[in-house]
């Protein structure tokens, strides 16, 4: 009987177990289901929005129709410092920044003669590259055929997009070298060669390009205010305006957010199709899969994953959408829309949203500094124009004649125009930075750092080709101006 009653119970224990797996089961499939299909529509309405208002988006047809409309090799700024990059030594690849004869000298101050003497090898050795890249200064257009890597286009490679970095950094350095030497007018047009490396890679479609090509902006604005401050050149300067002019307010975030909108829905799709194995998405970003447990998690947590893909697709959409939107509005409005911009809550539905998007809002921050940087630069060389033209200083941006400034342009950060005073050994020109606040312009630091300004600082002419500070010896190495306590053995009278 007992037997019979124990029959009895494990048979409903187990019909009972059963049925609470087939519904918990049955359950997680039916919200997996409709989590999806709320995802899907969410995504079709998107990518329907998208085609009507943006066709050609996709990454195959934004990457066809951008190749299209290259220039010619010939014509073509990009490939022509890839063909000065081939011909650098090795020698100067080798060179650190912080050995560059002039890192850490301020605006105005000549090198020690030693430094530059020490460079000159070097420099020789880079006459080839330079006077390739040199040519760049006639070319403003240019780019590299690009072409998204399918299924996975986080294989996508771009080497030629760095090699131009190296292009530049001959420039700067030929630029810096020719400034100090006394050929100021030559020092211009490698500064103008040098913008339009950065100018040349237009309309690659990753933020990481042109990231690229502000870096380059930033070394050609460096490079122009050491050559005023190193001399008076009086060639070039109104066509080096006219670029940084024609830069100022080059869309450089919407190529790249167009680009990176397409890219990642490509890559989604990708994953979504199983055409990208998971543990390929979490190792690019640093997740545990070496080992077989960690394998499987990625494997089977994706396939849980998955109803949330298409949602996730749709927020990348609109996030973009509003990025690109944003990029055409004018400062200030264009930062005040991008901070308003909010990242969806951090869980694990949107774990891909993080993983994926870079920060947004840095590299809107980078791009409003390459904004105060040309802009700064166009008043800059507008005012020592102005100055060679009538012998002093303008009174005021507003001031100087529309032959040589057609338009006072407007600080990037308030949308007020660029702040401009006299200072004891010339004038500034500057934006607010990011913080908003006119500090005067008493102290520049590229990215804005509180209590300072970003800007472009002019000498007067007595003031240019200043000599150099002495040097502070290295640790351990010998310096002739400090006496010993002890005379050195040998030396005893």
């Known amino acids: 009987m007992w037997r019979k009653l124990a029959r009895k119970w494990w048979f409903w224990l187990g019909l009972a177990g059963g049925s609470l797996f087939v519904l918990v089961v049955g359950g997680a499939y039916v919200?997996?289901?409709?989590?999806?299909?709320?995802?899907?529509?969410?995504?079709?309405?998107?990518?329907?929005?998208?085609?009507?208002?943006?066709?050609?988006?996709?990454?195959?047809?934004?990457?066809?129709?951008?190749?299209?409309?290259?220039?010619?090799?010939?014509?073509?700024?990009?490939?022509?410092?890839?063909?000065?990059?081939?011909?650098?030594?090795?020698?100067?690849?080798?060179?650190?920044?912080?050995?560059?004869?002039?890192?850490?000298?301020?605006?105005?101050?000549?090198?020690?003669?030693?430094?530059?003497?020490?460079?000159?090898?070097?420099?020789?050795?880079?006459?080839?590259?330079?006077?390739?890249?040199?040519?760049?200064?006639?070319?403003?257009?240019?780019?590299?055929?690009?072409?998204?890597?399918?299924?996975?286009?986080?294989?996508?490679?771009?080497?030629?997009?760095?090699?131009?970095?190296?292009?530049?950094?001959?420039?700067?350095?030929?630029?810096?070298?020719?400034?100090?030497?006394?050929?100021?007018?030559?020092?211009?047009?490698?500064?103008?060669?040098l913008l339009n490396c950065g100018r040349g890679l237009g309309d690659e479609p990753t933020l990481i390009s042109q990231l690229v090509r502000m870096a380059l902006v930033a070394l050609a604005r460096g490079?122009?205010?050491?050559?005023?401050?190193?001399?008076?050149?009086?060639?070039?300067?109104?066509?080096?305006?006219?670029?940084?002019?024609?830069?100022?307010?080059?869309?450089?975030?919407?190529?790249?957010?167009?680009?990176?909108?397409?890219?990642?829905?490509?890559?989604?799709?990708?994953i979504d199709d199983g055409m990208i194995p998971p543990e390929d998405v979490a190792a690019a970003h640093g997740l545990q899969t070496k080992t077989r447990g960690g394998a499987l998690h990625v494997r089977y947590g994706m396939i849980v994953y998955r109803k949330y893909l298409p949602g996730q697709q749709a927020t990348m959409?609109?996030?973009?959408?509003?990025?690109?939107?944003?990029?055409?509005?004018?400062?200030?409005?264009?930062?005040?829309?991008?901070?308003?911009?909010?990242?969806p809550p951090r869980n694990y539905e949107n774990m891909l949203v993080y993983l994926l998007i870079p920060t947004l809002r840095q590299v809107a921050g980078d791009d409003t500094q390459t904004r105060a940087n040309c802009a700064t630069a166009v008043a800059a060389l507008a005012c020592e124009r102005y100055r060679q033209r009538v012998g002093h200083w303008p009174g005021s941006l507003a001031a100087i004649p529309r032959d040589i400034l057609p338009t006072v342009l407007e600080d990037p950060y308030t949308g007020r125009p660029l702040l401009y005073r006299p200072t004891a050994d010339g004038v500034v020109v500057y934006a607010a930075g990011p913080n908003g606040v006119d500090d005067g312009g008493a102290t520049l630091y590229p990215t804005g750092k509180p209590g300072t300004d970003v800007g472009f600082r002019l000498f007067d002419p007595q003031y240019r080709r200043q000599p150099p500070p002495p040097k502070t010896p290295k640790p351990g190495e010998f310096d002739p101006t400090v006496l010993p306590d002890e005379p050195p053995p040998g030396d005893e009278p």
């Not at 609109?318 to 939107?325: P, S, W």
């Not at 944003?326 to 308003?340: G, S, W």
């Open 223 to 270: 490079a122009t205010e050491r050559t005023l401050g190193l001399g008076e050149p009086t060639a070039g300067l109104a066509e080096l305006q006219a670029a940084f002019a024609d830069e100022t307010m080059a869309p450089r975030l919407t190529y790249g957010l167009r680009g990176e909108r397409a890219m990642m829905f490509l890559a989604t799709q990708s």
């Open 317 to 343: 959409i609109d996030l973009y959408n509003r990025m690109i939107e944003a990029d055409k509005l004018p400062a200030p409005e264009r930062a005040e829309a991008i901070d308003k911009i909010a990242l």
């Open 31 to 193: 919200e997996w289901k409709i989590t999806r299909t709320r995802g899907e529509a969410r995504r079709d309405e998107a990518v329907r929005r998208l085609d009507a208002e943006q066709p050609g988006w996709r990454a195959a047809e934004l990457c066809a129709a951008r190749n299209a409309a290259l220039p010619p090799k010939d014509q073509n700024a990009a490939e022509r410092a890839l063909a000065a990059v081939k011909l650098v030594p090795a020698s100067f690849e080798k060179l650190k920044p912080e050995d560059q004869w002039w890192s850490g000298l301020k605006p105005g101050v000549l090198p020690h003669p030693e430094d530059l003497c020490k460079s000159a090898p070097l420099y020789r050795e880079c006459g080839d590259a330079i006077a390739v890249a040199r040519t760049v200064r006639h070319l403003p257009r240019g780019g590299f055929p690009f072409q998204f890597a399918e299924p996975d286009p986080f294989r996508t490679l771009m080497p030629y997009t760095q090699k131009v970095r190296v292009a530049g950094a001959v420039l700067e350095y030929d630029a810096a070298t020719l400034a100090a030497t006394g050929h100021a007018d030559e020092a211009i047009e490698s500064c103008h060669a």
